[in-house]
């Protein structure tokens, strides 16, 4: 009787091992699947990279000559100019010292920040529309601007690309920067002259 039970112990284990491995198997091929239906259709980017991101480190904090300085520069390279930090100042919210968002139609987002109890330290993102072309005169000039102009020790620099399904997140981002310039244009005609 007891060879009889652990025969049919085997037996039992054996078919619960063959089971389990039928499952392993299926569950193996519709993972795999799954993985090829999801490559298969690409995922919107949630990331945007910065073509040029740099933290640079000034002497001093931003004045408002080193606000028209920047925006001036803006300007030349052919963005639009928010200034954002100086219209919290107005309004008493003074949260940046400096904050230019500069806009260059639909195409290029230049992003200046000078960071909160960090004195002297700007944070920089240049953005180009999806897939990343960079460019290089201007990616140049910007490192150019700080290192010369405003006499900045650059500590940090990296280059990042986009893939062409970042496209949506792009847009969103400029419809977001095109509404503040919108909502500054507003504020700025409830101002008295």
């Known amino acids: 009787m007891i060879v009889l039970n652990r025969t049919f112990a085997a037996y039992w284990k054996l078919g619960m091992l063959m089971k389990l491995s039928d499952?392993?198997?299926?569950?193996?091929?519709?993972?795999?699947?799954?993985?090829?239906?999801?490559?298969?259709?690409?995922?919107?980017?949630?990331?945007?990279?910065?073509?040029?991101?740099?933290?640079?480190?000034?002497?001093?904090?931003?004045?408002?000559?080193?606000?028209?300085?920047?925006?001036q520069f803006l300007k030349a390279e052919g963005f639009k100019s928010l200034n954002l930090g100086r219209i919290q100042k107005d309004h008493g919210v003074g949260i940046y010292d400096l904050h230019a968002i500069g806009l260059q139609g639909k195409d290029k987002i230049l992003d200046i920040l000078a960071v909160p109890r960090e004195k002297g330290r700007y944070a920089v993102g240049l953005y180009t529309r999806p897939p990343t072309v960079h460019s290089v005169p201007l990616e140049k000039s910007i490192e150019d601007f700080f290192a010369n102009r405003l006499q900045c020790r650059i500590t940090q620099m990296n280059r990042g690309d986009n893939p062409v399904e970042a496209m949506d997140f792009f847009n969103r981002e400029i419809a977001r920067i095109e509404g503040l310039f919108q909502q500054a244009d507003a504020l700025d005609g409830r101002r008295p002259k």
């Not at 690409?42 to 080193?66: E, K, Y």
């Open 23 to 71: 499952i392993t198997r299926f569950a193996f091929l519709l993972s795999t699947g799954a993985l090829c239906v999801a490559t298969a259709y690409p995922q919107a980017s949630r990331t945007l990279r910065a073509d040029l991101g740099l933290i640079a480190q000034c002497q001093g904090r931003p004045t408002v000559d080193t606000e028209g300085t920047v925006e």
